[in-house]
């Protein structure tokens, strides 16, 4: 018996692989040797890292054909930039193929990372997208393991991955957050969240709140044996529904979540655990139409479902109706400003609790009634300013609610639904991903109110260590970072720009033009796959937005045994 | 952010590439190939400017007591000298026991 216990948190990404890997089974990926690098990093001034920040290896665990994906913590706060992105999308969309083809392989992920790289943004947006298509995929065929050691955690848009996994372990060490505790400082101030209190951060996001409310789902010592045996017992299992799937069992608890109450550590577990028992329920503020904000989401989903009423009732903030678009119906969904938000911190339009898990309602409720039939077209029509930066978000699992929408939307599209994200706003990180990000096709208003990024200016300067003109001056080198459109544009997601369109006030004329288009996409979409590839693929992706990625896919193909 | 590169006299061979480090702060990534060159060449690429000489010092020390014909790639994170002393130290030892990966 080995008394030992080697701490699995304590190793770097590649030693956590071979610690877990039955001895003499690791084969690496892409290994530092071969250098595929960021190329974005230098021209910033960056020390780049031969492996970019991820390791990628097949082997063995108890035998079994397992992908270990592990994320270097240490080396740019495990920022997802393109090439660490496309390491993990690649591997995973690689086990797809096996597994459908009768090759069992586990995937397990050690997550161990601050969500995005800021230094390559949109990249890292990108990335995480098709990571969390992969997810969704893979988990038809296997369990999608994922592990929490701790040092850094699991934040940002790979918290929402994170929330995909099928079963989650986490070490006491572990942190688990849509919002690290400085973003959610800077954005909301010191009241909302205090980043240097560390007990208050341990009783928010941290490995036995969150397996004690049961948003992950093992608690392990930080020992190598311990969470391998984890990670065993979890492939054995027969699986159930993932948590992301589980929409109507947890949008009832957040419907009955007073947000203006004060929330302990251990009054959140309660109400949890009892399901909301005993909760008040809250009815939704009338809202009458002299006090809604201007919104270009509420202006678009207006135009283009012919000012129906909304099926939402209960949820002001989050459009949805079912209209004409060519011969058949689609669903049209917005999210908008809600002055009367029960949730202080979801006043401008931001995705909040409420906001990700009515977003999957309402997905999963046009796939169900379409079952056996024609899966309608759903349109998501974008203008987030953001994700909503809370304590009582973060307690209640924002990110969980993201994942669901993630999952919802991707669903969608791998189960036949043409999926569409129409960007007539702001397209910003976490809300982007939840809202719009999984559709087959992205289209974009082209006007300079429309803007794709991972993080506001102010708290990407702070977590970044630059001031906002240091910020600036990367975006001209690296358009990944910059917030207009057209660099966006440039990066080969955008299967098409729409001009001469007043986004504000459209005209009659102006809103049937779009609505042309969308009936366009619809028919492309019919003829493509259900896939993401077509990001990959286009013009602009090919001519250099999305070179890295691509390389990267390549080599993984040529590695993978 | 600069890229430094150095030449010392060195016969010894190894027969393993090592890697061994990670660009965390204040530490440092290390790639070390054998080569066919009675050389060790070094190129590092640094965050912190201007120790040219300290770099210089602290691998001429080292391959005076081990001269081992290497290409070496450093990506630094302002690693102190001991530290990168010990991280070449390490690559040399991985080099010497362990297959390669």
Known sequence: MNLLKLSLAELNARERVQALLDEGTFHELLDPFQRVKSPHLEPQGIIPQNDDGVVIAQGEIDGKRTLVISIEGAFQGGGIGEVSGSKIAGALELAIKDNQEGRTIYPVILFDTGGVRLQEANYGLMSIAEIGSAIVELRDSVPVIGVIPGKVGCFGGMSITAGLCSKLIMTREGRLGLNGPEVIEQEAGLEEFDSTDRPLIWGTIGGEQRVATGFADMMADDDVEIIKDGIVSFMQRAEGKPRSAQVEKYLSLIKGVDPTAEWSPASARDFINQQGSGSPSFEPAPSSSEEEKPSRGRTWFQALTDNQPSLSEDVPSVLCADAKLGNETARFLSIVPDVHHRFPRVLHGEVGLLEGWSIARYVRESMEADQGGTPRPIVAIIDVPSQAYGHKEELFAIHQACAAAVNAYASARLNGHPVIALIVGNAISGAFLSHGFQANRILALDDVGVNVHAMSKQSAARVTRRTIEELEEATKKVPAMAYDIHSFNSLGALSSLISGIDADSPSQEEVEAVRKKLEETVEDIREGGPDLKNRLISENAVNGGRKASIKVRKKLAEQWK | ?101
Not at chain 2, 37 to 45: E, G, L
Not at chain 2, 59 to 64: Q, T
Request: aromatic fraction near 6%.
């Open chain 2, 1 to 101: 952010m600069e890229t430094l590169h150095f030449e010392y006299d060195a016969k010894e061979e190894c027969h393993k590439r090592a890697h061994v480090g990670v660009v965390a702060s204040g530490d440092l990534e290390v790639l070390l190939e054998p080569s066919s060159d009675q050389k060790a060449s070094v190129t590092i690429r640094t965050g912190s400017e201007g120790f040219g000489d300290t770099w210089d010092k602290v691998l001429e020390r080292f391959f005076a007591s081990h001269p081992v014909a290497a290409n070496i790639e450093i990506n630094d994170f302002g690693a102190t000298p001991g530290v990168v002393s010990i991280r070449l130290a390490q690559a040399l030892e991985v080099s010497r026991n362990h297959e390669p990966a």
